[in-house]
């Protein structure tokens, strides 16, 4: 058994979480060098005496009481709402240069190498927009559904939010992931930290209505309505195919609530439909409409986007489930182990078909794997959380991860996965990541075949 006392590792966190914005930046601009000389200057402190040997002479932090131990706090008033500690302020979304082709950006990634458990907060939930975010006044917002032909549909109603807020309501956990995430990875394009490849992927929490019960309140006919049109109060419009299937399953909910408290703006707020297991493009933000009909719609971001190439030409299209996946969130790109010893593997895992069965760690490159401890409960299309113990001995490694889910479908790796999609693709990557540990700790982004 390790002993973790005797042989505890260091662990330097990822440059997110100490540099400057504009060192930040430099990251998008491809300045490498400037982020590695930043990130060892910023580090030094970090590297000093080890805390075990401090402790043996005394640690002043112990023997002498600090100013909070010996004055009074801040009253509640100062803070009605609540933030972070003013020491976490490095953890935060990071927008992407380069990644949208209008001025402002619509695209931020979630701190992933700086969360515990499954659920994001919602202050560090990834945000993706395509016209902007917009808070809108819940007093004036509606949803209507209606039905593509008359016969679809017995009565099109229109409701607003205080008729929705008395329905029956339901809170389930879920997790939600852009399709375009790990987009970069399929192009070799080796970005530096788990907040650029994976960050687009958040779990929380929702608290809404079922879809199908609204469409059973306006007489909706099974039989001849076999999709549904989404379509949000953006200023693009946003509007995806849902199908049926998916609602009559119960799992699709018009939602209100996020990780117990209503929406925030930029997730959608008051109304967003939540659509479990499918890509974030269709979890229409601002719901403003759902029309029923009896084929797929084919709008723009299905038509133009959101697709796959392949590499016989063709598109794959309404790819919309997100396949089993997982990611080694800690150590992870941009981080360092500074000294020998024991370290505690951490990482997400998740599946777009249902529950998560069994997530295999291997510290040399997919030779050997080993079974990780899965953290409970293993919920429903929800991310999970796994954990697993390794002695660095100071020789270079080669950390991966690989899911496999309750419909026993393992996590390809990039060799697998490129066979059968080619490497022109941008969306629904979903092979093997793998983080390469050098003989001085520093961990870098690396593919492996």
Known sequence: MVDIVKQPGRLRRAPENFLSEAEIKAVGEGRRDFLRKSF??????????????????????????????????????VRPYGLPSKHESQLVRRESPGLTRVGAASVSFAPLQGMFGIITPSGLHFERHHQGWYDIDPARHRLMINGSEPAFVKQAKVYNMDELMRL??????????????????????????????????????????????????????????????????????????????????????????????????????????????????????????????????????EAVHYIDLLPNGQHRQYTSVQECKSVITTPSGGQALLDKGFYNVSGLAWSGRGRLKQVDVSFDGGINWQAARI??????????????????????????????????????????????????????????????????GEVSNVQVL
């Open 40 to 77: 060892l200057t910023a580090a030094g402190a970090a590297m000093a005496v080890p805390m075990l040997a401090r402790a043996s002479e005394g640690d002043a932090n112990i023997l002498q009481n600090p100013e909070w131990t010996t004055t009074l706090g801040q009253p509640v008033a």
């Open 168 to 301: 029956p309501s339901v809170s389930r956990i879920h997790f939600i992931e852009c399709g375009a995430n790990t987009g970069l990875e399929w192009g070799n394009v080796a970005v530096p930290t788990v907040q650029y490849t994976h960050g687009m992927l958040s779990c929380s929490e929702f608290t809404g209505v079922p879809l199908k019960l609204l469409l059973d309140d306006c007489g909706v006919d099974y039989r001849k309505a076999r999709f549904v049109l989404a379509e949000g109060a953006d200023g693009s419009s946003m509007t995806r195919t849902i199908p049926m299937e998916m609602v009559e399953s119960g799992e699709v909910l018009v939602a209100y609530g996020q990780n117990g408290e209503m929406l925030r703006p930029e997730n959608g707020y008051p109304l967003r439909l939540v659509v479990p297991g499918v890509q974030g493009v269709s979890w229409v933000k601002w719901l403003r409409r759902i029309e029923v009909g009896d084929k797929p719609y084919a709008t723009k971001d």
């Open 375 to 440: 953290e409970g409960p293993v919920q429903n299309k929800a991310l999970t959380r796994f954990n697993i113990g390794w002695v660095w001995d100071g020789k270079p490694a080669i950390l991966q991860s690989r899911a496999i889910d309750e419909t026993a479908y393992v996590q390809p790796t990039y060799g697998q996965l490129r066979l059968v999609r080619g490497t022109k693709s941008i969306y629904h990557n979903n092979a093997i990541q793998s983080w390469k540990v050098d003989e001085s």
